[in-house]
């Protein structure tokens, strides 16, 4: 039986309709509006595309976007002057700086400049630690999508059985707090992993990020279970034409699981959904107010 299809593309937009809502009642009952802004260092392709695409959302949602396009050989004096400008502009709630900075410049140091209140990424150590500990904080984007994802489509994860393969400080090891946050029983499986097919085929819910295009196939798969494809590889295909596949061979794995999420239009739009929903969650906070519901942690 072939498993259902986890819409990404189409949650992604059911939650940035709950954004522009929030955004309205915001606006109308309190004067305020929500700002994001985006630090872009250099001329990265990737991440000029993806800045374009945050700011047109962002403003789609009724928020204020401010963009900040620098030279690659920005100084990290000045990004740093930058980020503490943001940091006290009451109009900006969210700050976003955009990965991967240029060699030059320490992105620990940068990140960790940002106020922890307006680190939409979720990446500054505060927030790290926050979410580990369990308490209240940013979380990061991706995370919070397949969260957000799994919640709708079972209810209670209560009591299952998670694996989450990748160790990342952007996804696997934030999936594992917020899963653990579920009262799910957590393990965060990688390449050291001894019998990982073995560990992947105990899940009922898979979570794959770890950037190898197609890794896990059908077989290290639960009959039944949920797989969420964190992946978004460039591979070769037909004709010389490259063409996008996650971290699990989607064919083989949708033949066996309850359930899959599809690359792309999977997790990826839920990224920059999560990204809006944290900037609207880090304006209420800053103002004392009540967070929206069902955008949140």
């Known amino acids: ?19 522009a809502d929030h955004v309205t009642r915001l606006r109308e009952e309190h004067g305020l509006v929500p700002g994001l802004a985006v630090v872009l260092v250099g001329e990265d392709p990737a991440s000029q595309v993806y800045v374009r695409s945050k700011g047109k959302q962002t403003v789609e949602a009724g928020m204020a976007s401010f963009e900040h396009k620098l030279a690659a050989d920005t100084s990290e004096a000045e990004l740093l002057d930058l980020i503490a400008k943001l940091n006290a502009d009451t109009k900006v709630h969210g700050i976003l700086v955009q990965l991967p900075l240029p060699s030059h410049l320490n992105s620990d140091l940068v990140i960790n400049s940002i106020d922890p209140a307006k680190d939409v990424d979720g990446f500054h150590i505060s927030n790290v630690g926050l979410l580990g500990t369990g308490q209240k904080s940013m979380v990061p984007c991706t995370p919070l999508g397949c969260l957000m994802m799994l919640r709708d489509y079972h209810g209670s994860l209560s009591g299952m059985n998670a694996v989450v393969v990748g160790r990342s400080n952007i996804v696997g090891k934030p999936m594992a707090q917020l899963l653990l946050g579920e009262s799910c029983t957590v393990t965060i499986a990688h390449s050291r992993t001894r019998d990982l097919p073995e560990v992947c085929r105990r899940a009922d819910i898979l979570v794959a990020a ?3 295009p197609q890794m896990i196939p059908g077989d290290w798969v639960k009959p039944g279970a949920t797989v969420i494809d964190v992946g978004i590889n460039r591979i070769e295909g037909e004709g010389g034409k490259t063409r996008l596949v996650g971290d699990v061979d989607f064919d083989s794995c949708a033949a066996v699981a309850g359930a899959i999420t599809p690359v792309p239009g999977g997790v990826g739009p839920m990224t920059i959904a999560c990204l809006l929903a944290n900037t609207v969650t880090a304006c209420c906070r800053a103002n004392g107010l009540a967070e929206p519901e069902g955008l949140t942690a």
Not at 7 to 15: I, L, Q, S, T
């Open 1 to 19: 039986m072939a498993a259902s299809l986890i819409d990404g593309k189409a949650f992604a937009e059911r939650v940035r309709a709950k954004v």
């Open 210 to 212: 770890v950037g190898r």
